[in-house]
């Protein structure tokens, strides 16, 4: 858990001293710092103790080596952070079964105030340093919910995983379902020093009143990269966090509302839970773009999983065609390749390389020949065509072949083996008769046939895509082969489609995929594939999708990622401020119409600024004046705490780059290498999806909207980046929706 001292004190009720007797929080707070301490010593034993275990034991030098690196592995698993708690929460079991109904939890509970008074009667000082009370269960009366599980020398839970089934409660508790608890009890840390807690009566009735524990986690400015949010994860966030590993999750949400956060916790949830499955099968996170990734990549080896790939579906299809190198593509070609008919013309279109036979099998051996007649080739290709992928069938195709001479040599009282059908088949004339009728081919072959010949093309797409749709498809510079072609980031997914259709692709346990809205159907066939006997958490927000393609509905996405899914929505902002957010909701009228306004748990009162030059706007580019007050307004917000973006359409980009070092400002430009090491960075739109700032300023908005034909939803994500303030600077007017 970040560092963070609570900026009032906690448990209010009982802070007052009373007649000389020593504080009861301050007695507490001594008691849990004494279990901290315990539990760390405890964590150092069992350091210890895998650090003395040796892998000789092991029968073999191959099993001693896999040993060595799970002990590695686990050693490094209790590995004690000292500016990382232990643990940040705790629960306390009803002694009696709590009454209440079971329903399920609200996201948040409000009214009645913090801390009341619970904390003097459980078991805080009684817990610490010795065993808890244990029920009939064997589980203890008070449970420490942390980032790993400690145990002492007797066995005893010191802490539990916050991914335990019993942890589930100190997520999920209310009074309205208090699910046997009495108390649940939040804590607040300075580095690794316990400095506060927060008590929560669960068996009273009634409703909580905020956290203040989550309030200042939110409030707490943002520095680096993202953070995890283990300690404070809300009720409807843990539902999606916990749902099974078998079921594909998908969820909508506003700006901030933890989506990003929610899949990267379920990828370690389901880690821990499935650890033996998944380690075989595999966990991938997908998210838009490189900057996107470095911003995320610590929150999962902070939660002490350090084996899953991270990538963007341009660095996953790579194989197929690197994206560096990717030619930029007219949108509206790129929407033709990225529809889901593309997947019928790409199958028509490698199987038209399959021909009738026209000769038959003549399989020479010494003085006897074996002969195969044509009809009997056309019936075995006829066959296996469409029955398999395209590799595999053209191996049976072969083995087929090789099969009826084996029959021809039976016939004539010889008795052949396995090894001489193998043998016949990689045989000279059965390799050219395949090659002729099945040829060997690469995606690259195909898509190149494909895009460079109007009459292939014309065949394949045949009632498929119209005329148009086919003459605009077609490439207007001619490549002289497939090894020539540059491709596109569309022709990417296209060539992966047909990887697939040549040799199954290989599929993973759980994939994560992030902004999902902005994926085009045959991206998505790229992902569905590579989870095809797995399941998905699939997340997103219509209202942030800015390419042309961009899904209208998470049904249809679902449909293209051949996944049931179910849909769920996320509606609590963590992270825009309500005034930001209701200035930025303006555009969803325009943009996603059918989406409920955003909510935001932060009121963030004087967070919005909007400031207008005087003088007209230049025609093209950035005003002077406007490039002035952008510089203004990142000196002002470099003079307060947290992280500072400057967001532009990405053509600007270098005009405030030039003026923020004329006026003595350092920044970096964020490109996605990760290298960036000032407080200041200036974000091209186009990158600033996913990614928070403290402090905001975006210039000129009319730009961002002029520069793509999605600009209304680019402007959208473009505002709601802000954590703690947002200043819009411009020349031009504001687009209508927002004056
Ligand atoms: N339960 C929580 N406790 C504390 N912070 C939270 C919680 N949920 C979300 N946050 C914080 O809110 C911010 C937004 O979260 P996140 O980036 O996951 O949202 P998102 O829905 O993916 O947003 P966007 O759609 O803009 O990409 C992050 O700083 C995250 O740490």
């Known amino acids: 858990m970040p560092a963070h001292q609570p900026a009032a004190p906690l448990a209010p009720d009982i802070t007052e001293t009373t007649g000389g007797q020593a504080d009861p929080a301050d007695v507490i707070l001594a008691a849990e710092r004494a279990h901290l301490a315990h539990s760390r010593a405890a964590l150092r034993r069992m350091r210890e103790h895998a650090q003395s275990l040796s892998s000789d034991a092991a029968g073999d030098w191959v099993s001693q080596q896999v040993l060595e690196a799970l002990l590695d592995q686990r050693i490094a698993a209790l590995a004690d952070h000292p500016d990382t708690p232990l643990f940040f929460g705790r629960v306390d079991r009803a002694t009696a079964p709590a009454a209440g109904p079971t329903g399920p939890v609200g996201p948040t509970a409000s009214a009645a105030p913090v801390g009341a008074g619970a904390a003097g009667r459980t078991a805080g000082a009684g817990a610490a340093g010795g065993r808890a009370a244990e029920d009939e269960d064997d589980l203890p009366r008070t449970m420490y919910i942390g980032r790993r599980h400690v145990h002492d020398e007797s066995g005893l839970a010191l802490v539990i995983d916050w991914r335990a089934p019993v942890s589930r409660a100190f997520y999920q508790a209310s009074p309205a379902d208090p699910m046997g608890l009495e ?142 190198a990717a030619v930029p593509e007219d949108d509206a070609v790129a929407a033709i390749k990225g529809d889901a008919r593309m997947a019928e013309v790409l199958r028509r279109a490698l199987w038209q390389h399959v021909t009738k036979p026209e000769e038959g099998l003549v399989h020479v051996k010494g003085a006897s020949r074996y002969r195969v007649a044509d009809y009997e080739v056309r019936e075995i290709a006829a066959s296996l065509r469409g029955t398999t992928r395209y590799g595999p069938g053209r191996n049976a195709f072969a083995q087929r072949l090789a099969h009826a001479v084996l029959v021809r040599m039976e016939q004539r009282g010889e008795a052949p083996d396995d090894r001489v059908q193998d043998a016949v088949a990689r045989s000279k004339p059965v390799k050219r008769l395949v090659e002729a009728v099945w040829p060997k081919l690469t995606p690259q072959q195909v898509l190149f046939t494909l895009l460079s010949d109007a009459e292939a093309l014309g ?281």
């Open 183 to 324: 108390l649940r009890r939040r804590f607040g840390y300075h580095g690794g020093e316990l400095t506060a807690f927060e008590d929560e009566p669960l068996d009273r009735g009634g409703t909580l009143g905020p956290s203040r524990i989550l309030t200042e986690e939110i409030e707490r400015p943002r520095t680096g990269p993202m953070r995890d949010i283990v300690a404070t994860i809300q009720p409807d966030q843990d539902e999606i966090v916990r749902a099974a590993l078998g079921q594909t999750v998908c969820v909508q949400g506003a700006p901030g509302t933890g989506k990003t956060a929610v899949g990267l916790h379920r990828a370690a949830y389901l880690l821990f839970t499935h650890r033996e499955k998944l380690s075989r099968s595999g966990v991938l996170i997908v998210g838009p773009n490189r900057a996107f990734l470095s911003y995320i990549s610590s929150v999962l080896p902070a939660l002490g999983e350090v084996r899953v790939d991270q990538s963007t579906l341009g660095d996953l299809l790579r194989e197929h065609a690197a994206p560096e």
């Open 459 to 739: 065949r394949a797409a045949k009632d498929i895509l119209t005329e148009e749709e086919q003459a605009a498809i077609l490439w207007r510079k001619s490549y002289r082969s497939a090894k020539s072609a540059r491709w596109s980031a569309a022709d990417a997914a296209l060539l992966d489609e047909l990887a697939d259709l040549i040799e199954r692709t290989p599929t993973r346990g759980h994939i994560v995929v992030d902004e999902a809205q902005d994926l085009s159907p045959m991206q998505l066939r790229a992902l569905g594939r590579r989870c095809a006997t797995g399941s998905a958490t699939v997340l997103g927000d219509l209202a942030q999708g800015t390419t042309p393609w961009s899904a209208r509905s998470w049904t249809e996405v679902l449909a293209h990622l051949g996944q049931d899914g179910q849909v769920t929505e996320l509606t609590m902002g963590f992270r825009v401020p309500r005034e930001v957010l209701d200035f930025a909701a303006r555009l969803l009228p325009s943009v996603a119409p059918e989406l409920a306004l955003p909510r935001s748990l932060r009121p963030g009162q004087g967070s919005l600024t909007v400031r207008r030059a005087a003088a007209e706007p230049a025609p093209g580019a950035l005003s002077g004046e406007v490039l002035d007050l952008a510089v203004d307004a990142c000196r002002t917000a470099l003079g307060r705490e947290g992280s500072v973006g400057l967001i532009a359409a990405d053509a600007d980009v270098p005009a405030l780059r030039e003026a923020l070092t004329a006026a003595g400002l350092a920044c970096d430009v964020l490109d996605g290498s990760g290298d960036e090491t000032e407080r200041l960075l200036l974000v091209p739109a186009t990158l600033a999806k996913g990614l928070e700032y403290d402090h905001v300023i975006v210039a000129e908005p009319a730009r961002v909207v002029a520069a793509e034909p999605r600009g209304l939803a680019r402007l959208y994500v473009v505002l709601t980046r802000a954590v703690t303030s947002l200043t819009v600077v411009h020349a031009e007017p504001l687009p209508a929706q927002l004056a």
